[in-house]
Structures are given as C-alpha cells and as structure tokens.
C-alpha cells in the first residue's frame, strides 16, 4: 500500500507529478524497502502481501532478485475453508464479508470472488503473474503436495529462492495470529495446525457451487 499510495499520489493530476517524476518516484520507493526492513542482521526478508503479484514489473526493476512463493489450492477448497470458518463464527459479525452478501453460502462465496475481495483479488494478481514477463521469478507451491511431502517441498523452496536448507520439524509447525483475525472478528482465520500432514475430508459445499468454481486452477 505504502508503493502503491506514491505512485498514485506523485501521478495525480494536480498533484507532484512534475516535482516527482518517474525516477524520484523510483527512489523514494526504494526508500521506503530499505527504512522497513532496516534489520542489518539480515539479507533475507519474507513479505506475505498477495498484491505483489499485480508489481511484479516494479519488483524487478527494484531488486532483480526477488521471488514469489505463490501457496495455492483448489479454489472450492479455499472457497470451503472460508465457509467452514463462517459457520464456526455464528456468534461473531463477520466483518470480511459485508451484511447484504452474508444471507447464505451462495452470495458469501460470490462475493469472496468477486475481483475486489479477499480470493478473486489474489486470484486475478495470479493469473497476472504467472503469465507476465517475470515469471521466472515465482514458484508455484501447491497445498496438497505442501502437505504431503512437506519436506520435498521445502528443499525446492529453499533452492528455488538460492538459500541453504535446514532440517524443520514439521510435528510442531502450530501458529496464529490472533491480532489479524481480531480485524476482521474471525477467530481462526490464521491458526495453522501443529502438524503438516494431508486430511482427507469432505466438502460443505452444495454441488452447483461447485460445479460453478471448478477448472479454475490455471496454474496447472
């Protein structure tokens, strides 16, 4: 956001595009990158945003060397795992989804498709991403295979990204992150189970949904 906020702002018509061209724009910007990741002690840093696959153009030109780890799934799973936590949260307003797109299961996985929230958006930046010029910089981790081989995995991550690999112990891996699920009043929405393994289960999903979000994993 913070990228995104100069750019539109020194762009604006009546704003600083001539005091702010496109270079000091470029400057700035990299400033921003070194100020907030300022730990000298590291040369390694990890960005969770799923916008970045909309600038991967600004991402190399301003460090060549940047990788993405794109972490999917089918998108009925996803859209299943969003369900199960609405159902889980009865008690609390879920403030991801919006009242009048809340009523049922259809609307609810309507709207977190929709290109402006929380799956279509990532969805359009992958599809942006894995077709654009930079490619080479991204990897494509699927969860099923994550999950059950998750040591395989994590040795083509580390080579993928050029760095040494170490022995993780993937029995004790449980994590959460109750600051963020408290912004949008979910309990769980971050919470990882302590150990990686593959669940069969089966989906709470109706059919026609289904049916209606299937074949859409264009990374395959």
């Known amino acids: ?30 400033g921003i990158f070194d100020n ?12 969770t945003n799923r916008g970045w696959t909309l600038l991967t153009p600004l991402l190399k030109d301003l460090y060549p060397t940047t990788k993405i780890i794109l972490c999917v799934r089918d998108i009925n799973w996803i859209l299943d795992s969003f369900e199960q936590l609405y159902r889980k949260n009865q008690y609390n307003k879920n403030l991801m989804i919006p009242d ?7 609307s609810r996985c309507d709207y977190l498709m929709r290109e402006d929230s929380t799956i279509g958006f990532a969805y359009m930046g992958l599809k ?6 930079e490619k080479s910089m991204i ?9 059950k081989n998750p040591a395989g995995m994590m040795k083509a991550i580390y ?10 112990d993937f029995d004790n891996v449980e994590a959460s992150y109750d600051e963020f699920d408290a912004d949008v009043n979910i309990d769980g929405l971050h919470t990882t189970r302590k150990k990686v393994e593959w669940i069969e289960r089966k989906t709470i999903l109706p059919p026609d ?3 209606k979000f299937s074949n859409m994993e264009v990374w395959r």
């Open 100 to 106: 009048e797109y809340s009523t049922n299961v259809y």
């Open 36 to 47: 907030y990741y300022d730990d000298n002690s590291k040369d390694v840093f990890f960005d």
């Open 159 to 168: 080579n993928f990204i050029g760095q040494p690999y170490y022995e993780h």
């Open 209 to 211: 949904i289904l049916h």
């Open 139 to 147: 990897m494509v981790v699927e969860y099923e295979q994550l999950c």
């Open 1 to 30: 956001r913070f990228t995104r906020a100069i750019i539109e702002q020194s762009s604006a018509m009546g704003g600083y595009r001539y005091q702010c061209p496109p270079d000091k724009r470029k400057s700035i910007i990299h």
């Open 128 to 133: 942006q991403a894995i077709t654009s010029d």
